[in-house]
Each structure stands twice: as C-alpha cells, then as structure tokens.
C-alpha cells in the first residue's frame, strides 16, 4: 500500500497569498496517477486536480498541480476567501487507493 | 449533472451490519463508470473502502475486504454497501462518488481511471449501544 504524507498539516496565509501544498509517496506513483481535492466542512470532497496536473472542470487556474515520482505540490497563486479549506491528496496508480492525511490552509 | 444520494440508518449497534445505498439520478448506473464508497471517521481523513461495476464487478480495501460487500440494482440506478461486525471504529461519515468514464492503462488493465468526480453528500453513521 502507497502511503502518502502530506505537509504542512497547517498552513496559516492571507488572502492574495501563494499556498505551496506537498504531498510525498511512500513509492513512485505510476504515471503520476495522482489527484487532489477540496473539502470544506460538512461537505463532500471536491475533485480539483487528476493525474497531477490536470484540472478537474470548472476549477479555476489559480490552482496547479506538478510533480511526479513521489513528490507532487498543489499551488494556488492567489488565495481567495473561498479556499479556505482541507486539501487532500490521492493516488490511484497502485492498489488499494490511499489518501494523503490533509492539509488544512486557514486564515492569518 | 450526476447526482448521487446517500441514504441509510445512522445508528448501528456493535457486532451489526451498516448497510447503505448510494441512489443515481441524472446518469445510467450502467455507464462506463465505477461506482465508489469512501469513508471519513470525524475529525479524520479519507478511506476508500470499494469500488464496483454495472457488471458487478468489484474491488474492495484489502483493510475491510473481509467485511464488506457492494451490490447493484440496475432497476433502481442505485448501489448499496454492506459493512458487518462493526465495531465503534467504523464510526464515520459514509461518502458515495462516481469515478470518470476516462479510460487508461490502471492496474495492468485498461479501465476507467479511479479517482473520484462526483461524489455524495454524505451520509453520517455512528456505531453504538
């Protein structure tokens, strides 16, 4: 099983900033068969990124996703007061499917 | 638009079974979809516990395999999971979600890629006494 480590577990920033999220295998993940997603509280995850770079319809181009390997990074270039949220990773290039632990970004 | 519709009791003694439906609308559930449960205890991450096919077909977390089962009916466009002896650990917000249609090469196979879309609400479940 592919576990996933992300970092920061927090990320304390203010509106306009740059968030740098990383998220590091426990083994190379296979065609970076990698995703990410959004989850704000009491709602369900919200797919932003797949196969680590590509984004999910309807996601706006402040977020980006790079990397491959075993290490991938979400960015956003502008944090907007609706980012405000946990952000997941998730691999799917092995089985069983595993997530990452969760990066929360709040507010400074 | 899929939409994708939770439902299930939300209290479950210990050593009984969690059985929950997942209820498709605006799609077939027999498209070139895998349909997917995933699981959040509170506080906690996610956990992918399965996924299955229109064709019945189905893949479960080796964590849970000898515990779960998923099934789906066609004539009611929806698909069901079933999670016995739980215990208070199984404890946890119970999420459906639709993989894409797109296929790869995945696990030595050529599939549908499985991350997930679209996804449920959410459905809350509590093992107690």
């Known amino acids: 099983e592919i576990v996933l480590t992300q970092s920061p577990g927090t990320l304390s920033l203010s509106p306009g900033e740059r968030a740098t999220l990383s998220c590091r295998a426990s083994q190379s993940v296979s065609s970076s068969y990698l995703a990410w997603y959004q989850q704000k509280p009491g709602r369900a995850p919200r797919l932003l990124i797949y196969d680590a770079s590509s984004r999910a319809t309807g996601i706006p181009d402040r977020f980006s996703g790079s990397g491959s390997g075993a290490d991938f990074t979400l960015t956003i270039s502008r944090l907007e007061p609706e980012d405000f949220a946990v952000y997941y990773c998730?691999?799917?290039?092995?089985?069983?499917?595993?997530f990452g632990g969760g990066t929360k970004v709040e507010i400074k | 638009q899929v939409q994708l519709q939770e439902s299930g009791p939300g209290l479950v003694k210990p050593a009984g079974t969690v059985s929950l439906t997942c209820a498709v609308s605006?799609?077939?559930?027999?498209?070139?979809?895998?349909w997917n449960w995933v699981r959040q205890p509170p506080g906690k991450g996610l956990e992918w516990i399965g996924e299955?096919?229109?064709?019945?077909?189905?893949k479960y977390n080796p964590s849970l395999k000898s515990r779960v089962s998923m099934s789906v009916d066609k004539s009611k466009n929806q698909f069901s999971l079933n999670l016995i002896s739980v215990t208070a650990a199984d404890t946890a917000v119970y999420y459906c979600?639709?993989?894409?249609?797109?296929?790869?090469?995945?696990?030595?196979?050529?599939?549908?890629?499985?991350?997930?879309?679209?996804w449920g609400q959410g459905t809350p479940v509590t093992v107690s006494s």
């Open positions: 299955i096919y229109h064709s019945g077909n189905t």
């Open positions: 605006g799609g077939s559930i027999s498209s070139t979809n895998w």
């Open positions: 979600a639709r993989g894409p249609s797109r296929y790869a090469y995945v696990w030595g196979n050529y599939r549908p890629v499985p991350y997930f879309e679209n």
């Open positions: 998730q691999q799917y290039g092995s089985s069983p499917l595993t």
